[in-house]
């Protein structure tokens, strides 16, 4: 109710801007303009089958200069990240259809992880899990093909057959129920969804959504969808606040929110730090803010 009462008498959609200036060992001058992005809560279980509930969440996109020309836009997600290189990245395209320098950035339902393009990711491999949340994910989906095989419903057992003696994996794979729907087309199975669609909410320069790559998120939500309120704000344009003045709550090293015994459960640290591990002593400053050419490279390594 605190976070409602904040968004009634301010509801201009704040980001947080910083500005770096870098020089590589072959005297490469790289400009880096960081967009921080703050949310009250991470609702990612309850809004899109995900993994975690927990208050707050700190997300960020980089825009990567090299000489002058834009280079590349660099990505968070679930504290790792991913690249896009300019010349492929979506920009967004004004009301007569032209292309501006404006770069779209997707952002999955509740877990606010930032995509370069409307993806649907159904699968354990997103998080990397251990064999315990593998073997959790794999029962999952085993449970839900059961129900679909002894269901009643005739034909529902004969999409169960059919699916499973089309699976190119075997029957014990981890993605061997991944594409199975029901005569409803419901999907049956329940794992994991990062559903950055981009049919939602939009913020920033507006242009014509409809220019852009969206998919429908009633695709793959559930047919029945939660009653709870939901607020947005009454405007679409930034408010923007510079950082690089780095403010006193920046130099905060504890979370923001609630701190659990399930780590995913946990409020995040503030945008400047990590998230102190098991048995750490002390808070590391984040890659991505001390060290942006070492993140840069890092995630070039990655698609190599």
């Known amino acids: 109710m605190q976070y409602v009462k904040i968004l009634k008498e301010e509801s201009v959609p704040v980001y947080?801007?910083?500005?770096?200036?870098?020089?590589?060992e072959q005297k490469n001058q790289w400009t880096i303009l960081q967009y921080h992005f703050f949310y009250a809560f991470n609702d990612w279980r309850l809004a899109a089958n995900g993994i975690n509930h927990h208050e707050g969440d700190w997300e960020m996109v980089a825009v990567y200069l090299k000489n002058d020309l834009p280079y590349s836009v660099l990505f968070s997600q679930h504290g790792a990240g991913s690249i896009e290189k300019w010349q492929t990245l979506i920009k967004a395209k004004d009301k007569q259809g032209s292309?501006?320098?404006?770069p779209v950035v997707y952002v999955a339902l509740g877990s606010h992880a930032n995509y370069s393009k409307p993806e649907v990711i159904r699968s354990?491999?997103?998080?990397?899990?251990?064999?315990?949340?593998?073997?959790?994910?794999?029962?999952?989906?085993l449970i839900h093909y059961l129900f679909l095989l002894f269901n009643p419903n005739q034909k529902a057992r004969q999409i169960?057959?059919?699916?499973?003696?089309?699976?190119?994996?075997?029957?014990?794979?981890?993605?061997?129920?991944?594409?199975?729907?029901?005569?409803?087309?419901?999907?049956?199975?329940s794992l994991p969804m990062e559903l950055a669609s981009g049919d939602g909410f939009r913020l920033g320069f507006q242009g014509?959504?409809?220019?852009?790559?969206i998919l429908r998120s009633s695709s793959y939500l559930k047919r029945t969808l939660s009653d709870r309120e939901t607020m947005s704000p009454n405007v679409k344009e930034w408010?923007?606040?510079l950082l690089n003045s780095e403010p006193d709550w920046v130099q905060y090293k504890g979370l923001w929110g609630v701190k659990s015994m399930l780590?995913?459960?946990?409020?995040p640290p503030g945008p400047k730090w990590e998230k102190p591990k098991k048995d750490q002593v002390g808070v590391q400053e984040r890659?991505?803010?001390?060290?942006?050419?070492?993140?840069?490279?890092e995630l070039e390594q990655k698609i190599r």
């Open 16 to 24: 947080y801007g910083r500005v770096i200036y870098e020089l590589d």
């Open 99 to 102: 292309l501006t320098l404006h």
């Open 124 to 141: 354990p491999s997103m998080y990397k899990p251990g064999r315990l949340q593998r073997l959790l994910f794999w029962t999952d989906g």
């Open 160 to 189: 169960a057959m059919k699916e499973i003696a089309l699976k190119h994996t075997t029957f014990l794979a981890e993605d061997a129920f991944i594409n199975m729907r029901d005569e409803m087309d419901h999907y049956v199975i």
């Open 208 to 213: 014509d959504t409809l220019c852009e790559g």
């Open 239 to 241: 408010q923007r606040v």
């Open 263 to 267: 780590n995913d459960e946990s409020g």
């Open 287 to 297: 890659m991505r803010w001390s060290r942006p050419l070492d993140w840069l490279a």
